[in-house]
């Protein structure tokens, strides 16, 4: 999984800030999943992109949230006016293609704490 | 709306032996199913998967088991190892999209 790139590795946010997630996928990979793991529950699923165009949001909080998968640079999560409950590790995957994938490779994920 | 569930959160076993993990789905359109290894502080490593159209995939170590008619899957380690004490994660596809247990925390005892 070393190839799909998370920064940064930790981010500390006062409530009311906004929180930027940046997941660089694997060369070659054009979709683009960010799951959010809160403490003690396991991976659930936010958000699927493919380049320029959001596939699925039916994970992603309808307020505050909102992800994008340019079709240059890194996709980006952003979280806006952070609240405690927003601290948890996001993890991003990437595939290469959305249906026939046999595998997904995750990052190392970014923690994010509100303080 | 869980439709993977791990039931057992932990699991404590000694070096050498067995370690056997379970995993119950509800949707019976998911046709792909892996399994997820994660250290702390790093991301879900890919370890083993199964198409739906098979009951028994084996890698080294690591051999799934699926039962369809049961909703069912297992992961078997044999034997464990110390290297195996991690959180691992039952996972399933339908189209594009993983579905993902809570996991299991597995610890092997020396």
């Known amino acids: 999984n070393a190839g799909v790139m998370q920064n940064p590795r930790h981010l500390v946010r006062r409530r009311g800030q906004e929180a930027r997630l940046r997941c660089s996928p694997m060369k070659g990979h054009s979709h683009v999943y960010w799951y959010r793991q809160l403490p003690e529950e396991g991976l659930k699923f936010m958000v699927y992109?493919?380049?320029?165009?959001?596939?699925?949001e039916s994970g992603m909080p309808k307020e505050r949230f909102s992800a994008e998968f340019p079709k240059e640079g890194p996709s980006i999560l952003r979280i806006q006016q952070v609240v405690r409950g927003d601290s948890a590790a996001y993890f991003c995957?990437?595939?290469?293609?959305?249906?026939?994938?046999?595998?997904?490779?995750f990052g190392q994920g970014t923690r994010l704490t509100v303080v | 709306d869980q439709q993977v569930k791990q039931n057992s959160p932990s699991l404590s076993v000694q070096e050498g032996r067995i370690s056997i993990l379970n995993c119950d789905y509800t949707n019976s359109m998911f046709d792909y199913f892996l399994w997820y290894k994660k250290y702390p502080a790093e991301g879900p490593t890919f370890l083993i998967s199964?198409?739906?159209?098979?009951d028994k995939n084996e890698d080294g170590r690591f051999t799934v088991f699926l039962n369809k008619s049961a909703k069912h899957l297992s992961l078997h380690i044999v034997p464990s190892q110390p290297g195996d004490s991690a959180v691992y994660f039952c996972?399933?596809?339908?189209?594009?999209?993983?579905?993902f247990g809570a996991g299991t925390t597995v610890t092997v005892r020396a």
């Open positions: 996972a399933a596809r339908d189209d594009y999209k993983l579905s």
């Open positions: 995957a990437s595939a290469d293609q959305g249906s026939g994938f046999t595998e997904a490779f």
């Open positions: 199964i198409s739906s159209i098979k």
């Open positions: 992109l493919q380049k320029e165009n959001i596939i699925d």
